[in-house]
């Protein structure tokens, strides 16, 4: 079974715009994290928020926000007042056990989802 | 400019060929890992080096060797590669102990296998 699932392949939003990208988790962990990631064309991975699941407020960073809703497994990500420079493959990811007590923490990626951004 | 740096950023090898895949990172981090990304599959992880010790290597073919002579630099050896492996092999480190934090990840290596 998948641990990170993300069903819209694609996604497209005009400039200004806000859109909500759809993460559903599977973990039977009651320690861990969540992480969204940015994949422009270039391929690096570029680290976007992080929600902990003992974090009681959502998590926010400039125009990203992360809508937690622990009891439905989902970690949606929202991008408020979309701009062209946000048209790239976003991921989502878990990290099993919140603390990293082994000195490294391993991610388990979703499949992504290509959002576009039309002026 | 990210804090990790991969080399090459493309690469075309035979199969035959060995060549190896360079990842730098100048954050301090204890922790360093390979990914490998095909298309349409979700990243895989390859291996991790926690402290330069090799902490897991989740069934990668011996083909692939990685190697982390210090905390700040990891490589991946190739040999005799297949047409398969053609892929973006990302590299990426992380604090390691503590609290979670994320992972900062370098460019990739863009691999195709002729």
């Known amino acids: 079974a998948q641990k990170i699932t993300q069903t819209q392949p694609g996604m497209f939003v005009q400039e200004k715009e806000a859109v909500t990208l759809d993460c559903t988790y599977d973990?039977?962990?009651?320690?861990?994290?969540l992480f969204w990631y940015k994949q422009p064309s270039s391929g690096e991975m570029i680290f976007l928020i992080y929600?902990?699941?003992?974090?009681?407020q959502n998590a926010t960073e400039g125009r990203y926000s992360l809508n937690f809703q622990k009891a439905r497994k989902s970690a949606n990500l929202v991008i408020s007042a979309s701009q062209l420079g946000d048209s790239a493959m976003y991921f989502c990811?878990?990290?099993?056990?919140?603390?990293?007590?082994?000195?490294?923490?391993?991610?388990?990626f979703g499949k992504g989802t290509m959002l576009l951004v039309s002026p | 400019e990210t804090g990790v740096t991969q080399t090459p950023r493309h690469l075309v090898m035979g199969m035959t060929n060995k060549k190896s895949l360079k990842c730098e990172q100048h954050?301090?981090?204890?922790?360093m890992y390979w990914y490998k990304q095909s298309a349409k599959k979700p990243l895989e992880l390859m291996f991790v080096?926690?402290?330069?010790?090799?902490?897991e290597n989740n069934s990668v073919p011996s083909r692939f060797s990685p190697e982390c002579p210090n905390s700040s630099h990891l490589f991946l050896h190739l040999h005799t590669l297949q047409p398969e492996d053609s892929a973006l092999y990302l590299c990426?480190?992380?604090?390691?102990?503590?609290?979670?934090?994320?992972?900062?990840f370098g460019q990739g290596t863009r691999l195709t296998v002729v």
């Open positions: 990811a878990m990290r099993e056990g919140e603390f990293a007590g082994s000195g490294y923490s391993t991610l388990t």
């Open positions: 080096y926690n402290f330069k010790e090799q902490t």
């Open positions: 929600q902990g699941s003992y974090d009681e």
């Open positions: 990426a480190s992380s604090q390691g102990e503590g609290k979670v934090t994320e992972a900062f």
């Open positions: 973990t039977s962990d009651q320690s861990y994290g």
């Open positions: 954050l301090g981090h204890n922790a």
